[in-house]
Nanobody
Framework: QVQLVESGGGLVQPGGSLRLSCAAS????????MGWYRQAPGKQRELVAD???????NYTDSVKGRFTISRDNTKNTVYLQMDSLKLEDTAVYYC????????????????WGLGTQVTVFS
């Protein structure tokens, strides 16, 4: 069984910063890409940023230059540093990991966390 647990969400004013963390635990053999998605009320879930096992990163245009994704492979953890937050960044942020478990060593699957709320208010 695999769990992804996010933390670090909260309330912040425009221009502020938050740092999200997501730790993967369980019967994990290896982790490929990890990423952060978000879903605002009434909108579809969208990719915010992702990072490969070799730390190649990808960002959606609206967060480039403001958000930084990183990972610690020794801790099976991915981070999202969010700076210069805007009102439109308000959403539930979900962690995602594409990983291989010991129980299915020839198959990679995507797992999701339950989400953490980020609210930017003025």
């Amino acid at each position: 069984q695999v769990q992804l647990v996010e933390s670090g969400g909260g309330l912040v004013q425009p221009g502020g910063s938050l740092r999200l963390s997501c730790a993967a635990s369980g019967s994990i053999f290896s982790i490929n890409a990890m990423g952060w998605y978000r879903q605002a009320p009434g909108k579809q879930r969208e990719l915010v940023a992702d990072i490969t096992s070799r730390s190649t990163t990808n960002y959606t245009d609206s967060v480039k230059g403001r958000f930084t994704i990183s990972r610690d492979n020794t801790k099976n953890t991915v981070y999202l540093q969010m700076d210069s937050l805007k009102l439109e960044d308000t959403a539930v942020y979900y962690c995602n990991a594409d990983l291989v478990t010991f129980t299915e060593p020839t198959t990679s699957r995507r797992y999701w966390g339950l989400g953490t709320q980020v609210t930017v208010f003025s």
